[in-house]
């Protein structure tokens, strides 16, 4: 099979597209035909470049998402579930290691894409529990989005509490996240303003659904955000950029009793806090990882997805032997949205 192998550490041409030998399904696992995989910036563009938080391993086939389809399974595995659509998740638990059952990053899963072979490939092996049953209309690029995206919006639109009617904020509205922030927030019945630094970027986010925009580069954003709001302020700022320079103006565009929510830190992670207007408006600054009210949130986005109520922000699909391209476009950020590869 073709796969986009890794054997040193460095720029995109590290990348090579070979012929690799074809994995067999052992006892336990399946094999999956991939049909998508994005170009993730933190995991893959780290990974590539040597610099993984998770270590990687030499020679490394790249790509930590991919969906596909399963077309062989091995001894143990239910053979009904040959056809099936799915996502494969890199930290799945079995729930029946001893690992699972302290509560401990579970032994059997394999962190695929960083020190297990990925999916930038045409086919990948994995344990039978890290393949997760997709619905059959939603195509392998979306899922492999929602999968990835979708439910830390989904969780952060919860702990946010925001309700029908209210102001909502989005920064960096074109981003993976934030365009599932759009689209939570509209769903919610919110007022969505989306919040970006170029007009290509303002344009996707009034495609999913905002009402307003606002150029955080070229504009004022308080003052914009008080105009279009009637001097009310927005009720919940979703920030997850953590930039000082941008912090100041979504802070002060919140209402009283607002809430800012963040979990992301890109653009740097520590700002000024003007706690004068913390306390004098009653705010709330949260965080959330994956707390949501729901049980299998993924499962929530996904089904979602194939109502037709959220749809991912893909800027560009190119074929698996260019994505050493795909990974040069996405570090000089000239994609709006993901940027998917299809073997
Ligand atoms: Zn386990």
């Not at 599932?180 to 970027?201: C, N, T």
């Not at 930039?243 to 919140?254: H, N, R, V, Y």
């Not at 000024?272 to 990882?289: A, I």
């Amino acid at each position: 099979m073709k796969a986009i192998v890794v054997h040193e550490f460095g720029p995109p041409n590290v990348m090579k597209y070979e012929d690799v030998p074809t994995p067999d399904p052992g006892e336990g696992e399946v094999l999956v035909r991939v049909g998508a995989v994005s170009v993730n910036r933190n995991f893959d563009v780290n990974a590539r470049a040597g610099n993984s938080a998770h270590g990687a391993t030499l020679p490394l086939i790249m790509g930590v998402d991919p969906s596909g389809e399963i077309t062989a399974v091995g001894s143990g595995v239910d053979e009904n579930r040959i056809g099936e659509h799915v996502n494969i998740r890199g930290m799945a638990r079995c729930g029946k290691c001893d690992n699972c059952k302290q509560g401990k990053r579970c032994s059997l899963s394999r962190p695929i894409g960083i020190t297990a072979p990925g999916g930038y490939a045409e086919y990948i092996v994995v344990p039978d529990f890290q393949a997760r049953t997709i619905p059959s209309s939603i195509p392998f690029a979306d899922a492999t989005v929602i999968c990835r995206h979708a439910a830390a919006a989904f969780s952060e639109t919860y702990t946010s509490e925001l309700k029908a009617g209210e102001w909502a904020l989005v920064m960096g509205a074109a981003g993976a996240l934030a365009s599932f922030l759009v689209q939570f927030a509209k769903l919610k019945g919110a007022h969505v303003i989306a919040a970006a630094g170029g007009e290509d970027r303002l344009e996707a986010a009034r495609d999913l659904g905002a009402d307003y925009t606002v150029n955080y580069r070229t504009q004022n954003l308080a003052e914009e955000v008080m105009k279009i709001t009637d001097n009310h302020g927005v009720d919940v700022v979703f920030e997850n950029i953590g930039d000082p320079d941008l912090w100041p103006g979504a802070w002060d565009s919140l209402a009283m009793n607002g809430r800012l929510i963040t979990v992301g830190f890109h653009g740097g992670g520590v700002v000024p806090l003007d706690v004068k207007k913390l306390h004098m408006r009653r705010l709330k600054v949260l965080s959330s990882v994956m707390d949501a009210g729901s049980k299998d949130v993924v499962g929530d986005c996904l089904q979602l997805a194939a109502e037709g109520k959220i749809r991912p922000l893909i800027g560009k699909k190119l074929p698996l032997a260019e994505a050493a391209e795909g990974h040069r476009l996405v570090e000089e950020g000239g994609v709006v949205g993901k940027l998917i590869l299809e073997p």
